[in-house]
């Protein structure tokens, strides 16, 4: 490679994922390549997984503020009529809270999967809480100034954002409400810890619509920037596709993008080359 080249690489622009080579040591800092994107190419037989917060929306204080820009929409848009239908947003959000702020064209799972709802289908009724039982602790540390308690359906998230040092006593809530109903967990995020059932899990999901049209046959994508997004970027590379960590840490993705704009980005590239595609 010449020096011009050379330069292009490392100047290249922020689009391009890095590519992770198998076998390679998951390095959280390692340094993103520029010169990559064209690995990432969508073809008409893939199918879209992705995350919400994090990934295609950066985090923010207050989750209710949390929407998706314009262009980010009818790029989704594009890209799912291009595919066939085969774009799906992945969430821990709720599902009608979901609904409420990403395209109806697209497929989406709310509760980390525990429910799926159709393109232009209606939400249906939002599940039952948690038990009173499970929720006394977390209720307790909540009031916590900063600290806010969330209910997903049978989902309870503490979040501490505002409140980094409750940390520990979120963690600790979260842990004797987990024992206290059987067949739940205890899985933390970035400034969230969740209680959940054991079935609420994105990569159980993505292999449930990935058997079932209009994904199935197709190279499944995850994108996913958190913990929870792990299983589904490890069941989406099982499957012969490819996985994409957004952001820094630790992952077993394939490949990485540095923040949920360049994803955002991307996805506008790929929306406009598949839709000039004859």
């Not at 969330?150 to 954002?161: C, I, Q, W």
């Not at 820094?248 to 839709?275: C, K, M, Q, Y």
Request: positive net charge.
């Amino acid at each position: 490679m010449g020096g011009a080249e050379r330069r292009s690489a490392r100047e290249g622009h922020r689009l391009v994922a890095q590519r992770i080579p198998r076998g390679a040591r998951r390095d959280p800092d390692r340094r993103v390549n520029r010169g990559d994107l064209a690995a990432l190419r969508l073809a008409p037989g893939d199918a879209l997984f992705l995350d919400f917060d994090g990934t295609l929306a950066e985090l923010g204080p207050d989750p209710d503020a949390i929407r998706l820009d314009t262009a980010t929409e009818a790029a989704l848009r594009t890209i799912a009529e291009r595919l066939g239908g085969a774009v799906a947003l992945l969430s821990g959000r709720d599902l009608r809270d979901l609904a409420r702020r990403t395209p109806d064209a697209l497929w989406r799972a709310g509760g980390h999967g525990l429910e799926i709802l159709a393109p232009h289908a209606a939400p249906p009724d939002p599940p039952p809480p948690p038990p009173e039982t499970l929720l006394a602790p977390l209720r307790a540390v909540a009031r916590h100034p900063g600290v806010r308690l969330e209910l997903k359906g049978p989902v309870a998230a503490l979040h501490y954002r505002a409140a980094p040092e409750a940390e520990a006593a979120c963690l600790a809530a979260a842990a004797e409400a987990a024992v206290r109903l059987p067949g739940h967990i205890r899985q933390a995020g970035k400034m969230v810890v969740e209680v959940k059932p054991q079935t609420a899990h994105k990569g159980a999901a993505l292999r449930r619509m990935a058997a079932d049209p209009p994904f199935a046959g197709r190279r499944p994508l995850m994108f996913g920037d958190d913990t929870t997004d792990e299983d589904a970027i490890a069941a989406a590379e099982a499957l012969g596709g490819i996985g994409v960590k957004i952001g820094p840490g630790t992952t077993a993705a394939s490949f990485r993008a540095p923040d949920p704009a360049a994803l955002r980005a991307w996805l506008a590239r790929e929306a406009e080359a598949l839709a000039g595609a004859t």
